[in-house]
């Protein structure tokens, strides 16, 4: 089946600083990516959406200036944290659609980021 | 109002038990529901798409009416293996194709 493998699974950086999370399609194309953040007992709440070789398209409320994201392959997208915050701590997840193909989406395993 | 809106429960059900899971969604237009399955700390795994007719997996049903813009789950014979947070989650149509979310339904299976 459809895997997406998303790395770091768990980071823990320092005030101020930036972190990178990759997640890329293995067997298939991934034409969308969503970034998902998930805090502790709630449920997934979309960042963005990225299309291959376009600019992501933001939800309300999500600073695309600091949640920086780059799909620049139909195999990969990155998400990098810029001067993360403690109350950036969070889980991050992506998930992949290959235009229509699959029924669902494939998830990354996540990637839980604690800011010290 | 959300958009997708489930009892965040908990659910504790001994072995065995019979539990459903109710949800209800505001946008008419959604087309595609599922249920997803979250164990603690990981990603959320497809358990299941739902279908306007009804449809069975094993122990697992799903229900969805249309009308009333509601989606059930019912887990028969309960194993504790089944205990995790069930998420209801819709699709709308369009160019985004994104998911929504319920915020999830935690379910506890006592032995």
């Known amino acids: 089946g459809a895997v997406v493998s998303q790395h770091p699974s768990r980071v823990i950086c320092k005030s101020g600083t930036s972190v990178k999370i990759e997640c890329r399609s293995l067997?298939?194309?991934?034409?969308?990516m969503f970034w998902y953040r998930q805090f502790p007992k709630q449920s997934l709440m979309l960042m963005a959406t990225s299309n291959e070789g376009s600019k992501a398209t933001y939800e309300q409320g999500v600073e695309k200036d600091k949640f920086l994201i780059n799909h620049a392959s139909l195999t990969l997208s990155t998400l990098t944290v810029t001067s993360a915050h403690p109350e950036d701590s969070s889980f991050y997840i992506c998930s992949a659609s290959d235009g229509g193909k699959l029924d669902g989406y494939t998830f990354g395993s996540g990637t839980r980021l604690t800011v010290v | 109002r959300k958009e997708v809106e489930q009892d965040p429960g908990p659910f504790n059900v001994p072995e065995g038990a019979t539990v459903a899971f109710n949800c209800t969604y505001s946008n008419s237009a959604s087309q595609s529901f599922f249920w997803y399955r979250q164990d603690c700390r990981k990603e959320p795994k497809l358990l299941m798409s739902?279908?306007?007719s009804g449809n069975e997996d094993g122990r697992f049903t799903a229900q969805l009416n249309r009308a009333s813009q509601y989606i059930s789950l019912l887990i028969r014979d309960s194993k504790l293996s089944d205990s995790a947070t069930y998420l209801c989650?819709?699709?709308?149509?369009?160019?985004?194709?994104?998911?929504?979310f319920g915020s999830g339904t935690q379910l506890t299976v006592l032995p």
């Open positions: 739902v279908y306007s």
């Open positions: 989650v819709v699709r709308t149509s369009g160019s985004a194709r994104q998911l929504t």
């Open positions: 067997d298939f194309q991934a034409t969308t």
